[in-house]
DNA sequence: GGCGTCAACCTGACGATGTCAACCTGATGG
DNA sequence: CCATCAGGTTGACATCGTCAGGTTGACGCC
């Protein structure tokens, strides 16, 4: 537990080590309440207030922790969108990875996403997610405001994921993967289908014409 | 702020003036973070461990006080779905309501939604889509599971929700109604052109015939 | 080789908070 | 008139984030 003090110079390794520290707590305890200062000093084995050296404050510190996992969504995403013939797939697969990096990530997803302020990591977020529906509407599969169809799918991906998180004690299909793909799909063609529809169609109408739509495909 | 001690009898209307000192502070400060027992007794005019005399914690006020707004919700929904000619349409103001509910309780939103454990409020949540959507697949309107497809729908309208109050600096669009509508149309299309359709209908072969329906809803 | 200097950390403390044990008090039934 | 008990209060404790000020050891400089 006894720490040697860091060589002039070299006073960034603290922060890294606290850093670790701290993201092992928050993944073991499974909650922010848990990540005390004194806990993470004394797995850092060194003083409290050391903290304050590389951290403003508390929520400084968690939200750097927090922010480190993005870096993975971020390569998750290029890799995802990478190779892909048509850019529908590629919003698709966008959507997929993006659910599933929230349920590898519970807590950071939590802290980031699903309380006010920050909003430098939700912005990375939108950010991926307008970069798939421009594609899409450059292709012309999907129609309007980038902007606008972007914050739908967003919109659909973080619900997915941000209930998948917070009510783990749902009947949630046991085939986890299958759900979020067809919420995936839902998502698409929802989005496919209204952005070429005007606003005054009547649902039912529209609903009606779908069955036809749907023998097309049956075998 | 003097404080007259209730007869015996009525130790029953402590508890109701503390929870309405409690919403309030919630409410004006729009954070749970700013609700402390200490400001909540002062409020009251009674003194602080007086609270433990009717909650058994800072929690369980906490929650006391957001299930309070689950009645409105409860009487939104009601009124919503009543007297509306097809179950799909009923499914659409469902979803509209749920998310202006949201909208106007953040706080109480975000405390019981946006966090993990309690539960009670997502579940009286999701009975409600699951209801509404039921009686779409029991009219034909939409096909599968309704619990599955409820979770899908909720997803996207607590996405919608949720996303609005913890990212309230997004580029929303200004007509805020109108977007809320949007996404619920989406998703509303989504669900039933997914709900039938085999899972392994090549997405961009789908999108390729939505052109040919949507013409037909041009004029 | 002594010496100042500065980065890197520690000690001790403060105020605020959730929570608990023990005490008080005034209306009420017998 | 008195015991009882519901309806509170007082005072304290542990823990937390945070800060002011002290300590220590490496390194450049004369």
Redesign the interface.
């Given at each position: 537990m006894k720490r040697v003090r860091a060589n002039p110079g070299h006073g960034e390794r603290l922060r890294e080590e606290i850093l670790a520290a701290a993201e092992a707590l928050l993944v073991e305890t499974?909650?922010e309440a848990a990540l005390t200062l004194r806990a993470v000093a004394g797995r850092t084995g060194v003083s409290t207030p050391s903290v304050y050296l590389h951290f403003a404050d508390k929520d400084s510190l968690i939200e750097a922790v927090c922010l480190r996992a993005w870096n993975e969504l971020e390569r998750r995403m290029r890799e995802a969108t990478r190779d892909v013939g048509?850019p529908?797939?590629a919003l698709?697969r966008c959507g997929r990875v993006y659910v599933r990096f929230a349920l590898d990530h519970p807590v950071q997803y939590?802290v980031l996403?699903?309380?006010?302020g920050s909003?430098s990591a939700?912005e990375a977020c939108?950010g991926y997610i307008v970069a798939a529906v421009s594609a899409c509407v450059a292709a012309g599969?999907l129609h309007g405001d980038p902007?606008?169809l972007a914050?739908?799918v967003?919109?659909?991906?973080?619900?997915?994921a941000?209930?998948l998180?917070?009510?783990?004690?749902?009947?949630?299909?046991e085939d986890l993967d299958g759900?979020i793909?067809?919420?995936v799909?839902?998502?698409?063609?929802?989005?496919?289908?209204?952005s070429?529809?005007?606003?005054r169609?009547v649902?039912?109408?529209?609903?009606a014409?779908?069955?036809a739509?749907?023998a097309?495909?049956?075998g």
């Open positions: 499974g909650s048509h529908f797939m698709g939590r996403m699903m309380r006010q909003g939700a939108f599969v902007q606008a914050l739908g967003w919109s659909a991906a973080h619900g997915c941000s209930l998180i917070s009510q783990p004690s749902f009947p949630w299909p759900f793909d067809d919420t799909r839902m998502v698409g063609f929802g989005t496919a289908l209204a070429r529809l005007p606003r169609a649902s039912t109408e529209v609903v014409e779908l069955d739509l749907a097309r495909f049956a």
